[in-house]
């Protein structure tokens, strides 16, 4: 499974975007890069799926450069309630049949 | 339903006790797995079932852990014995089929061993 790199942490305003660089240099033809987000006291939360270029849904989007060695979650316009774990996973689509999390970027949105 | 259940919600053993955990999936998922949240952000795959067969179940330390998915009942995770190690949040996921449909995770059961 292709090993994943991100920030531990960041922080940004309320309103503003934030990007979130996942590193995957190791990634195979057939993986998927996936997010997840986790809130405190909660299971992770599906985001956004994407296999190359860009994938957008009402959430996130998910920016995937040519050599798909790395991608970059967006958060548009961020809230308090974006405050949560962004984990960046790499393998055969979003189940995978297992999940292989890295630890994770933890996002502290600021008033 | 549309949410996968995870009982209970605490979850307080002694060191050696028994400990059992429930989850069930959302209707019409064939798969579920579990996996252990210990420190914060690491998270352990233990096991996935297709229906009630083990589909993998690579992670699942077998001298303790033990798991079933049987027909019309909830999903169990069973600890014989913990340990003070066995202290985390454990989470069961469902998805629909296949490897590329997302899993959707129950809320977790927090489990502390003293």
């Known amino acids: 499974l292709a090993k994943t790199t991100q920030p531990i942490s960041m922080d940004s305003y309320e309103g503003q975007e934030v990007n979130i660089t996942c590193s995957h240099n190791?990634?195979?033809?057939?993986?998927?890069i996936t997010w997840y987000q986790q809130f405190p006291s909660q299971g992770p939360r599906f985001i956004i799926q994407?296999?190359?270029t860009k994938v957008t849904n009402e959430v996130a989007s998910l920016f995937i450069p040519a050599d798909r060695k790395s991608s970059t979650l967006s958060l548009p316009r961020v809230s308090l309630s974006d405050t949560a774990v962004y984990y960046c996973l790499v393998g055969l689509g979003a189940g995978s049949y297992q999940l292989t999390f890295g630890k994770g970027t933890k996002l502290s949105v600021i008033p | 339903g549309e949410e996968v259940a995870q009982t209970p919600k605490h979850l307080v053993r002694g060191e050696g006790q028994k400990a059992k955990l429930y989850c069930a999936p959302i209707?019409?998922?064939?798969?579920v797995f579990w996996y252990q949240q210990v420190l914060k952000n690491e998270f352990k795959f233990l096991i996935s079932?297709?229906?009630?067969?083990?589909?993998?179940e690579t992670g699942m330390p077998k001298e303790r852990f033990s798991a079933k998915c049987l027909p019309n009942s909830p999903c169990s995770l069973e600890i014989q014995a913990t340990k003070l190690e066995d202290s985390a949040v454990y989470f069961c996921?469902?998805?629909?089929?296949?490897?590329?449909?997302?899993?959707?995770f129950g809320p977790g059961t927090r489990l502390t061993v003293l």
């Open positions: 190791n990634i195979a033809t057939n993986d998927y």
């Open positions: 994407g296999y190359k």
């Open positions: 079932f297709q229906n009630e067969n083990v589909f993998d």
């Open positions: 996921a469902s998805s629909p089929a296949g490897s590329t449909d997302t899993q959707y």
């Open positions: 209707k019409g998922h064939s798969y």
